[in-house]
């Protein structure tokens, strides 16, 4: 299966997502010429271009898992961050353009979900892989009227793991060290100070003192504020697979020097 987006046309697998929606043919644009009683009467018709690979491209970027359903359970579209919720989520899986649900419940309230949202009902649904559970919320992807065939929007209730990629770019941007990132890391995903220092067995005063620079270099007055800042971070995801070079050789170093010190700065 391709590394990224999934565009299903009659069954069909395609890397390339030409099927994800119909070029639109340009239309000349025409004004009725100005002149006395003219007015607001001017007439001015719109060309639209829809680029399907611009739009796969945009969709692929995204951090946040979109599916696309046709009539029945068809996978119309899936974007790049969904396949890899797909592959990491014990519960999911893509086979042969279609969604896969091992849990027989699960599956039963998908279904259920799809055919309420072609009624215009916008639902959540849990899906149980083992002990992890994932919410997928489903709506109709058009406005009313809707029908039977109404393509449905699904989303992926938990982010890419891409935020890694988007807090090197953070920290870049602020000036932090390799060390301070880690700890708006640790932080995004929960951890107290006191747990960040005994993650990286290092003190919790140069955890406190790595705070102290980062709420100075971030302007953020608190933890509070710093972790909502980080949650509020436009998503980096990396289209071709891997991480930029930038963030590949803030990885090769380590944040927390072995003596429990601060890892040197970034250039």
Known sequence: MDQGSLAVDRGTTSSN??????????TPISQEPAGPGAGVSAVIQERILFDVDLAQAVLDHLSVGVALFGRGTQLLFINRAALNHCRRFPGLRVDAGALVLQDDRSRNE????LRSARDGVWSFVQIAGGA?????GLRPARGAPVAADTPVLVTFGMRDPSEQLSIHFFARACGLSPAEAEVVRRLSEGL????????HDVALSTVRTQLRCVRTKTGARNITEL???VGC?????????SLTRASAAAQ????????????MSMN
Request: include cysteine; charge should be positive; charged fraction near 20%.
């Open 192 to 199: 107290s100070p006191k747990e960040i220092a005994r993650c």
């Open 227 to 229: 972790v909502r800042a």
């Open 17 to 26: 997502s030409t099927h994800l929606a119909a070029r639109v043919a340009p």
């Open 233 to 241: 971070l436009p998503a980096m995801m990396p289209v071709d697979g």
């Open 252 to 263: 090769s170093e380590p944040p927390f020097s072995h003596a429990g010190g601060m890892a």
């Open 132 to 136: 992890e559970r994932l919410i997928l």
């Open 110 to 113: 998908f279904l259920r979900a």
